[in-house]
């Protein structure tokens, strides 16, 4: 019997429209283009405006286009996984809200959540939905709408963040292309430098954690960047040595979107060029679950099937991972 593979066969994107440039947050908070540029290498963030309006906004889109572009069906859809740190709501599920607003009455669904790793988890959960001979047609989004827990008043968050989302189709493959390792990892120790002090259970919404301001990111920045910038290095050097692989061997590395400077770190530790990572981290910012999705939906033209592709993320949790995927067609 062939092995079954989950392979991506099709992928979208969907940014809003309205664009908060670093020119913007000069006015805002105590802060300037070139710190910001020099620091991050973000330029603008994409915010999506508008009363009532969630991460599955940002999602029904992306949704309908990876639909149209992979010539599917709502009905055919057996799972829709969601990652998100940022659902609608706490329950039900930003995923079950998505599939009743574009048709998926057949699919099941759910939230992950694994900060900036999510996508990545999302993604390896999903493969195993259609490696298990069960399901056909997996959809894997990774969507965010992380201006609604950033504080606007704290200058060294509110220049990372934007919101996005990018969705991809898995399906099963048996001629080698698809999903042919990870590696998931995470430590709980991490928590105290980058969470949200309140909203869940230990400390419930109040009228003293909003005064307090306790519902959006915190983020204390050294530590997190110093065990990203080594989390997210080792993790993608390590794939690449336990599946024989060389920088000349990978087509793409595929880094979260956090902090250029990470992303440049991890090229490095890998022996990739610069010229071989997908970045939009000047256009889009942190989008959280949304970066890598967002950076395939961007460079899909200049994919080709058999293409390995790394892909690599660290978040809050503290939690990261690699993926090597190897592509499954020609755009």
């Given at each position: 019997?062939?092995?079954?593979?989950?392979a991506i066969t099709g992928v979208n994107g969907y940014v809003p429209e309205f664009v908060l440039s670093n020119k913007v947050l000069e006015t805002m908070v105590d802060?300037?283009?070139?710190?910001?540029v020099s620091r991050t290498g973000i330029k603008e963030r994409r915010i999506l405006k508008g009363k009532g309006m969630g991460s599955s906004d940002l999602?029904?889109?992306?949704?309908?286009?990876?639909?149209?572009k992979t010539n599917t069906k709502p009905e055919e859809i057996d799972f829709l996984i969601c990652a998100t740190v940022t659902p609608d709501y706490v329950f039900p599920a930003t995923a079950n809200i998505i599939c009743d607003k574009i048709g998926a009455k057949n699919a099941f669904g759910y939230d992950l959540m694994a900060a900036?790793?999510?996508?990545?988890?999302?993604?390896?959960?999903?493969?195993?939905?259609?490696?298990?001979?069960?399901?056909?047609?997996?959809?894997?989004?990774?969507?965010?709408?992380?201006s609604s827990i950033v504080d606007y008043t704290d200058r060294t968050t509110c220049v990372l963040f934007g919101d996005g989302c990018g969705a991809v189709m898995l399906e099963p493959s048996t001629d080698e292309t698809g999903i042919k390792d990870s590696i998931l990892r995470s430590d709980g120790s991490g928590a105290p430098y980058l969470h949200q002090k309140a909203g869940g259970s230990v400390n419930p919404p109040s009228h003293e954690t909003i005064d307090a301001?306790?519902?959006?990111?915190?983020?204390?920045?050294?530590?997190?960047?110093?065990?990203a910038v080594k989390s997210m290095a080792d993790v993608s050097a390590e794939i690449m040595e336990k599946n024989n692989l060389s920088g000349d061997d990978i087509a793409w590395l595929v880094p979260h979107q956090a902090n250029k400077r990470i992303i440049d770190a991890t090229a490095r530790r890998m022996d990739v060029?610069?010229?071989?990572?997908?970045?939009?981290i000047e256009r889009y910012g942190n989008t959280t679950s949304g970066t890598i999705p967002l950076c395939l939906w961007e460079w899909e033209n200049q994919l080709k099937k058999g293409d390995n592709l790394i892909l690599a993320a660290f978040g809050g949790g503290?939690?990261?991972?690699?993926?090597?995927?190897?592509?499954a067609y020609n755009s």
């Open positions: 019997m062939e092995k079954i593979t989950a802060t300037n283009d070139e710190w910001i999602a029904v889109p992306a949704v309908k286009g990876l639909l149209e900036c790793s999510g996508f990545l988890y999302a993604l390896v959960t999903g493969s195993k939905f259609i490696e298990s001979g069960q399901h056909k047609k997996v959809i894997v989004v990774g969507v965010d709408k992380m301001k306790q519902h959006f990111v915190f983020q204390e920045g050294q530590p997190v960047f110093k065990a060029g610069l010229d071989k990572v997908m970045l939009n503290f939690t990261w991972g690699s993926i090597w995927v190897k592509w």
